[in-house]
């Protein structure tokens, strides 16, 4: 898959997602094998007043790469403007956000607002790609509800716009994350497209991900919650796709030894107070199905110290090396087929 300089064979990409994939995060699972990450989406209108907390979000690290910025906006002034603040912060491309479903964003005439006015979006996607000099890509859902599905002129119009990939979250903004991600209407606008296809929706193990190839004939495959508490998922899919066999699951040392990397890049990004307080709604995911893990999160989210949490999550790595004895710690694979709701989900 190609956009500008970046060519990687069927990639697997950490999906944009607010109050999540930061740098701490993207960096985890750049190290797990994610072959792009984007940030978390950033308001066009924030970057035009420069508000301080938001021009953070624009950070990124060599390591990243390659690595997008996600913007969004309801006008083309402010889209341009954005856009322009963005790329001083060398991202390798800038990607814009057609598909966010919420009242925030979608209330305002942004995000997936724009499925229902495909000029405007279109006008938005030109302006920006003639105002910057790296490559600009969109991410959208199929269409408004499913009486007004129309990603193929989506695309079409995003194609004339000069947009060089197209994520495609299988849902209508009316479903929200309920159902299932519709996989036909993603192959279809695979089959009419001219510029790279990213496939995005459900994706929770490496099967789900060759399923998505497999099905959607897309250029990548684009992974969103499936990531939260398990960053392996992008080894895993990728071993998967190069040798057809799957990869052994983690166990529970390595998802133990996860959520240590986390904190200490969260902490090191975020400084000691805010990176402790942003891990604590990710403890559960790491941990979860391990024996007694209510009890070590609760020592954990009530704890300051970051070095501290470290060493509880150390003891608790001597604790499973019982269990596991005992023969008390299932597959990992058995966890996962549990995600269902578990998420608190607020996008
Ligand atoms: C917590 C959360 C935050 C999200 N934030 C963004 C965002 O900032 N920009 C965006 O384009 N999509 C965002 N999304 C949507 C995801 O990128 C993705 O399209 C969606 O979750 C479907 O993929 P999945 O089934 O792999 O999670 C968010 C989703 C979640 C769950």
Known sequence: MKIGSIDIDRPVILAPMEDVTDRAFRQLCKRCGADIVYTEFISAEALRRGVEKTMRKLAVDEIERPVAVQIFGSTVESMIEAAAVAETYSPDFLDINFGCPTKKVAGKGAGAALLREPEKMQ????????????????????????????????????????????????????DMYKGKADRERIAEAKRQASIPVIANGDIWSAEDAVAMFDQTGADGVMIGRGSIGNPFIFSQAKHLIRTGTPAPPPGFRERIHAAIE??????????EKYGNLEMRRHYATYLKGLPKVSLVRNKLVREDGWEQIVEILLAYEVECEGYAKEGRIKEYAEYLNDHSGKLVLNY
């Open 123 to 174: 006008a938005i996607a030109e302006a920006v790609v003639k105002s910057v000099g790296i490559p600009v890509t969109a991410k959208t859902r199929i269409g408004w509800d499913h009486d007004s599905i129309n990603i193929i002129e989506v695309l079409h119009r995003l194609e004339d716009a000069g947009i060089r990939a197209l994520a495609i979250h299988g849902r209508t903004r009316s």
């Open 262 to 271: 986390h904190l200490k890049l969260s902490v090191q990004y975020k400084g």
